[in-house]
T-cell receptor
Framework: KNQVEQSPQSLIILEGKNCTLQ??????????LRWYKQDTGRGPVSLTI?????NTKSNGRYTATLDADTKQSSLHITASQLSDSASYIC?????????????FGAGTRLAVHP | DAGITQSPRHKVTETGTPVTLRCHQT?????MYWYRQDPGHGLRLIHY???????DKGEVSDGYSVSRSKTEDFLLTLESATSSQTSVYFC???????????????FGEGSRLTVL
């Protein structure tokens, strides 16, 4: 069964600190992996999209890594800011180009405290 | 921000009543989707559309119907709302390449539905 599991479920860090969120998936055939940020009461917004051949991708203070062999991805946030408080959702595409095959993780809720 | 507008943003209704949620886009994207988001679950696809009058079911389509009479509008209808349909509903859009969907998936702001 295609699944995407994220850990931790929630996380609290102090402003300025770094953190890493994890995503493990059992999805086949793998096409791409995406990370979304969802602010409270808003829709998800894309951070990165990674294909099979990409190991690392950055978007400002956000860096995503992908290990297709172990089927693991991580999202590293550097020098956290209060505005980073949000849910972060890992999404894996199970079919080349088929959006109807997107599998969403339940998300990690991050709280950044001053 | 992608031009996606969902309406209503909040709605409270009673069990057994019909409900229609509207998604309007100004991006002229071919693909449109309806998802629901519940605590502890990832977003789950209800229905999607790959063109005017072309729709298909997602993984949780029971109790829902959709219609797309214009490129810019995608309607989600609950014919007889139940308490299990209390959720936050998100519309999304994407560009297409032939019969495949590539690139970004853009989401609306969500519609919170409460069925009493």
């Amino acid at each position: 069964k295609n699944q995407v599991e994220q850990s931790p479920q929630s996380l609290i860090i102090l402003e300025g600190k770094n953190c890493t969120l994890q995503c493990n998936y059992t999805v086949s055939p793998f096409s791409n992996l995406r990370w979304y940020k969802q602010d409270t009461g808003r829709g998800p917004v894309s951070l990165t999209i990674m294909t099979f051949s990409e190991n690392t991708k950055s978007n400002g203070r956000y860096t995503a890594t992908l290990d297709a062999d172990t089927k693991q991805s991580s999202l590293h946030i550097t020098a956290s800011q209060l505005s980073d408080s949000a849910s972060y959702i890992c999404v894996v595409s199970a079919d080349p180009g088929g959006y109807n095959k997107l599998i969403f993780g339940a998300g990690t809720r991050l709280a950044v405290h001053p | 921000d992608a031009g996606i507008t969902q309406s209503p943003r909040h709605k409270v209704t009673e069990t057994g009543t019909p409900v229609t949620l509207r998604c309007h886009q100004t991006e002229n994207h071919r693909y449109m989707y309806w998802y629901r988001q519940d605590p502890g679950h990832g977003l789950r696809l209800i229905h999607y559309s790959y063109g005017v009058k072309d729709t298909d079911k997602g993984e949780v389509s029971d109790g829902y119907s959709v219609s797309r009479s214009k490129t810019e509008d995608f309607l989600l209808t609950l014919e007889s709302a139940t308490s299990s349909q209390t959720s936050v509903y998100f519309c999304a859009i994407s560009e297409s390449s032939g019969l495949r969907v590539t690139g970004e998936l853009f989401f609306g702001e969500g519609s919170r539905l409460t069925v009493l």
